[in-house]
């Protein structure tokens, strides 16, 4: 195996790495704030994907301000569906059973397949051009376009850690969700923080969508493959914790690229183990701390 | 005061399994073979989901794998009867053994943990359940799966009457089981799991035993379906599937022992009636479900029961 051969299959895994934490973190999020497992995250990120596809070949074409255009379209429609998806949809729920939260978000799932096939149409929509050109590692060539992504998505990373470390809404965020009556009685706006927290982790799955489909193409039932992996990451990383979706996303990324070049049998598979050998020797994940369940 | 309601209707629980059951065994007389094929598809979702509530709705445990002991069930017998060459009951005996050590298998591994985590754990082994039945190609045909599954007793509603009555015997002894003292010990687990351990049960035995029940009855159900369809695709044991027999359960209701066995039926309806009116039924059956989930938060029969409960309260 050359070194020219393992940077480029380096940069595959960081690219596939990117995507994966981008879709993981916002999960992460949501479930660390409000305790909800949003089953559509997934289909979230299929609509990221179409955004990016309608803004960078339908309308504006296949140039860096198609794809730019498509990127932040992605990101402040889904921070729209986030927010009204919460605010409507899910917060009459909160005085109810948690599984009622995981059904509506299970069938919010499966209609969203739907309405990407309705606008788009069932067949896979690939970008046939990729922006910034290519560059040559020895005789591969590698889509700048892949460091782009790799690049965001390390900003996006350390700007959440920023967000949640320094900024007050992300300090109130994080107090939301330890105790929401406390926060409540100190003050905060608990219904205003969880509808943000929504939003913010809604449009990271989109941004991801948006990122992910040039190279993986736009298709209806990619949400449901998406959240099942994104499951594994944040299981593995501990769930609610931004440093943890970075390394789950690294681990599952990584053990797809081996097994891809090793043993192409245990590609799908390989993830799920580590998933489980992780919650049975540490379930917090490796990075998480102790989620406390609220009733 | 919940309690107490629940145990005095442990009798109607059986009349309604007879009653049901007895609509159901006239039901092919009246109606085409199309939609005999249909019920005895509800009947199964219905047993599948029946076998999830052990552990969910009398246990306390949420599994989001369920979808690996229906597929499993499935793959095995298909793959008995077609790459064996058994007999059907050598077949059916074939599965139930692997079920039961797949079942006492995942237990013990994901019993190490209640709540989120199990619900975690039993999603991962189910996928790799799916992901080994997805490569391992030439037992299972990897993601064209396996077809041209022989139907016993050939036509649809003989086959329809076998269903039923193995639905019949099952659930009768998941109610024998339920009404048991292991089975009181099971919802004593669900309600106070502390409480449990103290007044002497072993708690992690126990819920290990809810497992393997409710996987295998799980199970029977795949078992059953994979002739009837004559095919059988990963698919079968893909998390979202995993997912619609928790809304199965959910959707009749799990505080009543009939809850989720009428709720498989009135899914497959559901979605039979919103594939016959468009071909974007996906979406319909997502706005339909949805809207159940606000307007019949207990389900199809826990609502029922719950109208029952306060006719009887009025009448005293």
Do not use: C
Request: aromatic content about 12%; cysteine-free; charged content about 10%.
């Amino acid at each position: 195996m050359s070194i020219d051969y393992a940077l480029v299959q380096a940069i595959n895994t960081l690219f596939y790495a990117s995507i994966l934490f981008l879709i993981a973190s916002g999960l992460s999020l949501i479930y660390g704030i409000m305790r909800i497992l949003n089953l559509a995250h997934g289909s979230f990120y299929m609509l990221g994907a179409y955004i990016s596809y309608t803004a960078a070949m339908l309308w504006i074409g296949p140039t860096p301000a198609g794809f730019v255009a498509g990127f932040v379209l992605s990101l402040a429609f889904l921070a729209a569906v986030g927010a009204l998806t919460e605010r409507i949809l899910i917060r009459p729920l909160y005085s109810k059973p948690s599984e009622l939260q995981l059904l509506l978000t299970f069938a919010l799932m499966i209609a969203l397949d739907d309405v990407v096939k309705m606008i788009w149409g069932p067949e896979y929509k690939s970008f046939t051009k990729l922006p910034w050109g290519y560059m040559s590692i020895g005789h591969y060539s590698v889509p700048i376009y892949m460091l782009v992504v790799i690049a965001s998505s390390t900003i996006i990373g350390l700007l959440l850690w920023w967000f949640f470390a320094k900024t007050t809404i992300g300090k109130q965020m994080r107090a939301a969700a330890y105790n929401p009556e406390i926060a409540a009685a100190l003050g905060m706006n608990t219904d205003l923080l969880f509808v943000s927290a929504f939003a913010l982790g809604s449009a990271l799955s989109g941004f991801a969508g948006a990122m992910a489909s040039p190279i993986l193409t736009a298709y209806p039932g990619m949400g449901t493959d998406a959240i099942v992996l994104s499951f594994a990451v944040i299981v593995i990383g501990g769930m609610g914790s931004i440093l943890g979706s970075v390394v789950g996303a690294l681990i599952a990324a990584i053990a797809r690229t081996v097994m891809v070049i090793v043993y192409p049998l245990l590609e799908v598979a390989l993830i799920y183990i580590v998933m489980i050998i992780v919650l049975l020797v540490k379930p917090t994940g490796l990075f998480g701390k102790e989620i406390v369940e609220r009733r | 005061m919940q309690r107490r309601i629940r145990v005095s209707t442990w009798i109607i629980d059986l009349y309604s399994v007879i009653g049901v059951i007895a609509l159901l065994s006239v039901l092919p007389l009246f109606i085409s073979s199309y939609y005999t094929r249909l019920v005895a598809v509800g009947i199964l979702y219905g047993i599948a989901a029946t076998g999830f509530n052990i552990l969910f709705g009398y246990t306390g445990l949420l599994s989001f794998g369920h979808a690996m002991f229906w597929g499993l069930g499935g793959y095995i017998i298909a793959i008995g009867l077609i790459k064996l060459g058994l007999s059907f009951p050598l077949s059916v005996l074939l599965s139930l053994t692997i079920l039961v050590l797949v079942a006492l298998g995942a237990g013990y591994i994901s019993l190490r943990h209640t709540e989120i985590y199990f619900a975690m754990l039993t999603l991962a082994l189910s996928q790799l359940a799916y992901a080994i039945m997805l490569k391992w190609r030439s037992l299972t045909g990897g993601d064209e799966g396996l077809y041209g599954i022989p139907r016993p007793l050939g036509t649809i509603t003989h086959y329809y009457y076998l269903i039923l009555l193995v639905s019949l015997i099952t659930l009768i002894v998941v109610w024998l089981v339920l009404r048991s003292p292991i089975g009181l010990a099971f919802q004593t687990i669900r309600d106070n799991p502390g409480r449990a351990e103290t007044i002497g049960y072993n708690v992690r035995r126990l819920r290990l035993l809810s497992f393997l029940i409710s996987g295998i009855v799980t199970g029977i159900a795949g078992i059953m379906y994979v002739p009837l369809e004559g095919a059988i695709t990963p698919e079968a044991l893909y998390w979202t599937f995993s997912a619609e027999i928790v809304f199965m359960a959910l959707l009749g209701g799990t505080r009543a022992f009939l809850g989720p066995f009428i709720g498989g039926i009135v899914y497959v309806f559901i979605r039979d009636y919103a594939m016959d009116i468009t071909e974007y039924w996906l979406f319909v059956m997502g706005v339909i479900l949805a809207i159940l989930v606000y307007i019949l938060p207990d389900g199809v029969v826990g609502t029922i029961y719950a109208r029952i409960a306060r006719l009887q309260r009025l009448k005293r």
